[in-house]
Every structure is written in structure tokens, then in C-alpha cells.
């Protein structure tokens, strides 16, 4: 148990427990101690040291970062030599880092340039040491631009903790140089993204390529919005963490040169209804089975590149973006009259990783003798603000609008997707109406939260099933080991790839740490509460498309699954 410990941080008395760092004791009593390479998901590698203090009695400043505070330290965060070595050390950090801030989506979101304008430091005083580092693709998802590393390695951990270990430490001259490894695979999961202070990372993205059809009068452009969107991308625009957005963003959306604005959360429904009908069917077969989540694409690759005897446990039904274009460009082609090659469909999604989703062949999908491409374009929450902000629309200020029907009124369980073991959840939800249980039961707390395993028992028709919501593929990993000693430990297993699920996906905004992703699941969860519907079995859009479309086991595989290899 710790201790209680007493410190002084400029002359203000502070009673906190052991063990904490000076940083941490700061933040928690709201003094300000300027940071660029710390961040709380990581060990503190004290690299940047901006985060320098005076401690009485320690001739030099210490990086706070990684100082324990003892009892009775008496700490001053500011004065005239910390501010000269805090500008000195912003400026070399700037001349290992190329600047090209005006193609950088981070523009309008900078902490790097943030802090060079507070610390007055001139961000050109040393001329770039990096110009002839090399730019690296990770697939179709992310670009690594090494002329802008700062070498804080932070990447490097993120990526261990995920247990891929596909970014490696080198040497080039006298700068260390993070280098993708020969041997091990990405998964796209874009941690390295979330976790890089100056936007040496970034998704793979050609703005170009969606402008065109915002300009384009022969396109009808279709925007259509992952669940976790709407309690997150308030954040770039200063809305508190967490701000509930979703007519401002479909309002945004819309001014922005959008035909129609979907909602992927009724998506999240179909996929949801179709994944209960394949949990139900393994559960009336009275076999020892496993059924495991399909809809986040690093989690699949994770399991495809590492774990590939598991990929008969991986759910068929297509992710809900994936279905929801599906429909798009079937149904409501057909009942608008519109041709399914005069569609564009943009998927705005928390996740990098949808960009490489979209290319895979087993996304495809053949109607009426011809093959189409449910998504033709992914836009990441920073990328769809970053168009926006260059556009000069400001979404706390856009008109809130309604999301067009048919696809615009998701049930609470297609809201909750965006947060870790809402899959899990909403899957139980439908499962019990299709077996017609009595219980009403809707809510299922023992899967929420941002722990990285979550373990509990649901009684379903009077058996147990034992299931597991799991967020980080390094929780995964422990689940996955705990299944090859004992296949039947578990009947059901919901993995999020990301901290916290979607809601900490690698196109999030910045910064994002366990709090912040906290308030934005807790969002996702209110709005669930205050739904009428809340199960997706009782989506009445659902069930009228499905009446309608969705009337036999063909057209439902073409739409609704896919298979993995």
C-alpha cells in the first residue's frame, strides 16, 4: 500500500500518495508543466526534456517525467534558466524534424507548434538534420515520414505493447532511426500514429482523392459515419472530450459537398443481427465452439498473420461500413432509382486500418452479374476535421441535421460499437430475442470499460456462455494462448485491436490518452440509455430490409458475409 507523502510544487503545499512522478502529481493538481514525448499509455523516455524542473538541493534540472517525487521535495516548474532550456531543446528538436506543416494534417492540431509559439522558440534557428531520411508505406494504411522523427521512440513501445514488434531501432549517422522490421507483419492498428507527438506517422491518405467528388456534379456522394465518430471528433474543433455531435457532424457534413449522410451505426445493427444468427447456430449445436469478432480489420490481420488456426473461430458477417455500402449501392440504389456506378461512398472511421479493409478482395461483392466495391474511399476522423477546417466550416457551429433514412436511425446497440465489448453486448442483446428469451436484460456492465481483458457469464435460454471483451492485441495474445492450452474456456470473444476499441482507433484525434477515451465511451453509452430501441433485432429499418432485400440466404451472404483465408 502506498505511502502518503508531502512536496512542495512552487510553494503550494501537496499531500499525494508514493511513487508517482513529479509530472503526475503536477497534472492531477492542474499545474501546467509543458510535455512532447510523454504520454501516459508509455514508460516516460525523457527525451524531449521539456519537461525540466528545479528540485531544492539537485544542483541540475530533472526531466519530471521520470522523477519519482520524495517526501518533503520542494519542486519550481518555472523560472528564467528552465524557459532558456526549454526553447533550446524545442529548437533541436525541430532541426531532427522536417517541417512540411502545410500538407501535415495535424496543421490546425500541432502540439509541437503549439508549444514553439508558447515557449517563443524559432522553430528554423538550425536547419534539418533529416532531409535525406527515407518516407515508408505500411501497406495501403501508413506512411512513416522518418525526416520528421524526433527519435522519442515512443512508436516503438506502442507497438511492442500491441506485441507486433514491427517497428525496429537502427542507426543512420549520429541519429537513432526507427526502421519496419523484415520478418514481422503490421497490422495497421495505427498506434504508432496515436502515440508520435509530431506527426511523423500518419495515415495514408490523398485528400485529392475525395475532393474530386465533392466537386463532381455526375457523383452522387454518400458520407457515412462510424459509431465512435460522433463522441470524438468534437475534439478538433474544442468541444469537450466526449461532446455528442451527431447532427452537427451530418449538418458539417452535408455544407462540406455530401449528397446524403448515413449512419454506420445502422450498420453496426445488421452486422450485429447477422453475428447473433451465427452465435445462436453454434450455441444450438450443443458442441464445444468458439465464435470470435470480425468487425476490426488489425484484429482479423492480427489473427491471419499470427494466430492463423484460429481463423475458422472468426465470425463470416462483413464489418458494418462494409455492409452498410453494400446496401448503399443495392437497395437504396434500387429504391432511389440511382445507378450503383454513379456512387461514391466515403466511410468516415476512427481506424487506419479501414483503409486496408477496403482493398481486400473479400470485401467485394457481386450484384446482378456485376462487381462492386462497397466503399470506394476512407477518410479518418482527423482527416474528415482537417477537410473541414480547410474548407472553413467550424462542426460546433455547423446546423445540425438528421441522417438521412433508410440508414439514419441505428438502435442504442449499433451506437455502442464504438466502445470496447459493444459488440459483445449488442450481439447478447439480439441473440436472447432470437431464442426468444424471457429475460429483457439489455445492459451487460461486466464487458464495458477500458480494461484489457473483461471477463463474465451470460445466461442465455438457461445455459452459460463464457465470454471475453478484450481491447489491445497484446491482451489478445494472452487471450489466444489461454485458448490453445483449453479450447473450450470461452464461447464467445469480442477483441478491439485499439486501447478502448474504436474509440481509441489510430484516426482519432489528438491527444488521446485513458480518460479522454473513457468520456468518449461513456458518450457512446448515454446515447444507448436514451434510445427507445436498444436491441438491433428491433430496428424497424432493419426488419423492413430485410422483408424487402434481405429475403433469402443468397443475397443475404452477398451483402451480409465474407470468409477468411
Known amino acids: 500500500m502506498a505511502s502518503i507523502i508531502q512536496i512542495l510544487i512552487n510553494n503550494k503545499k501537496i499531500e499525494t500518495e508514493s511513487g508517482k512522478t513529479i509530472l503526475e502529481i503536477a497534472k492531477e493538481n492542474n499545474i501546467y508543466i509543458p510535455t512532447l514525448c510523454y504520454h501516459s499509455d508509455l514508460t516516460p523516455h525523457a527525451s524531449c526534456r521539456l519537461c525540466l524542473v528545479n528540485i531544492k538541493g539537485i544542483n541540475n534540472p530533472q526531466t519530471s517525467c521520470s522523477t ?75 506512411v512513416f515520414d522518418s525526416s520528421k522523427c524526433i527519435d522519442c521512440r515512443n512508436c516503438v513501445e506502442a507497438c511492442a505493447n500491441q506485441t507486433i514488434n514491427y517497428l525496429e531501432v537502427g542507426k543512420r549517422e549520429s541519429f537513432y532511426q526507427i526502421t519496419p522490421s523484415t520478418t514481422r507483419s503490421c497490422i495497421y492498428c495505427g498506434q504508432c500514429i496515436t502515440h508520435c507527438p509530431v506527426g511523423a506517422f500518419e495515415a495514408k491518405s490523398e485528400f485529392e482523392q475525395v475532393e474530386e467528388p465533392l466537386n463532381n456534379k455526375n457523383k452522387i456522394l454518400v458520407f457515412q459515419f462510424a459509431p465512435s465518430i460522433r463522441s470524438s471528433i468534437g475534439e478538433e474543433f474544442d468541444l469537450p472530450d466526449g461532446a455528442i455531435v451527431t447532427d452537427q457532424l451530418v449538418g458539417a457534413m452535408k ?84 445507378s450503383p456506378k ?162 481509441g482507433g489510430g484516426g482519432q484525434p489528438l491527444p488521446q490518452d485513458k480518460q479522454i477515451r473513457q468520456k468518449r465511451a461513456q458518450a457512446l453509452y448515454n446515447i444507448d440509455e436514451k434510445k427507445k430501441i436498444r436491441t438491433a433485432f428491433d430496428n424497424p429499418d432493419l426488419q423492413k430490409i430485410y422483408k424487402e432485400f434481405l429475403k433469402d440466404e443468397k443475397i443475404i451472404k452477398q451483402i451480409c458475409h465474407t470468409k477468411y483465408k
Open 68 to 142: 519519482i517525487a520524495e517526501n518533503g521535495m520542494e519542486i519550481e516548474t518555472e523560472n528564467p534558466e528552465i524557459a532558456k532550456l526549454r526553447k533550446t531543446n524545442l529548437e533541436l528538436l525541430f532541426a531532427q524534424h522536417k517541417e512540411e506543416c502545410s500538407d501535415c494534417v495535424l496543421l490546425y492540431n500541432c502540439q509541437f507548434l503549439k508549444l514553439a509559439k508558447e515557449l517563443d522558440a524559432d522553430i528554423e534557428k538550425f536547419s534539418d538534420r533529416k532531409k535525406d531520411f527515407p518516407i515508408i508505406e505500411f501497406g495501403p494504411s501508413i
Open 255 to 338: 455544407e462540406l459537398g455530401a449528397d446524403y449522410v448515413f449512419d454506420v451505426s445502422v450498420g453496426a445493427d445488421f452486422t450485429t443481427f447477422e453475428e447473433a444468427k451465427e452465435m445462436v447456430e453454434k450455441f444450438k449445436s450443443n458442441k464445444p465452439s468458439l465464435l470470435m469478432s470480425s468487425c476490426c480489420p488489425s484484429w482479423v490481420r492480427f489473427i491471419e498473420k499470427y494466430y492463423p488456426e484460429f481463423i475458422p473461430n472468426i465470425a463470416t458477417a462483413r464489418p458494418p461500413h462494409i455492409i452498410l455500402g453494400g446496401l448503399i449501392k443495392t437497395y437504396w440504389a434500387g429504391k432511389e432509382k440511382i
Open 342 to 503: 454513379k456512387i461514391f461512398v466515403v466511410s468516415v472511421m476512427p481506424c487506419v486500418a479501414k483503409k486496408y479493409e477496403i482493398t481486400r478482395k473479400e470485401m467485394l461483392f457481386k450484384y446482378n452479374g456485376t462487381s462492386f466495391a462497397p466503399v470506394d474511399y476512407v477518410l479518418t476522423t482527423r482527416e474528415l476535421a482537417y477537410l473541414l477546417k480547410k474548407r472553413g466550416i467550424d462542426l460546433a457551429k455547423a446546423k445540425p441535421q438528421k441522417a438521412d433514412n433508410p440508414f439514419g436511425e441505428p438502435s442504442g446497440s449499433g451506437v455502442i460499437y464504438g466502445a470496447s465489448g459493444g459488440v459483445m453486448e449488442s450481439a447478447i442483446r439480439t441473440a436472447m430475442k432470437i431464442l426468444g428469451a424471457k429475460n429483457e436484460k439489455v445492459d451487460f456492465p461486466k464487458v464495458r470499460g477500458q480494461e484489457g481483458i473483461k471477463v463474465s457469464q451470460v445466461e442465455v435460454a438457461g445455459k452459460i456462455l463464457n465470454v471475453a471483451a478484450v481491447n489491445g492485441t497484446g491482451n489478445a495474445k494472452i487471450v489466444l494462448e489461454q485458448l490453445k492450452k483449453n479450447p473450450d474456456l470461452y464461447q464467445c470473444v469480442e477483441v478491439m485491436a485499439c486501447p478502448g476499441g474504436c474509440i
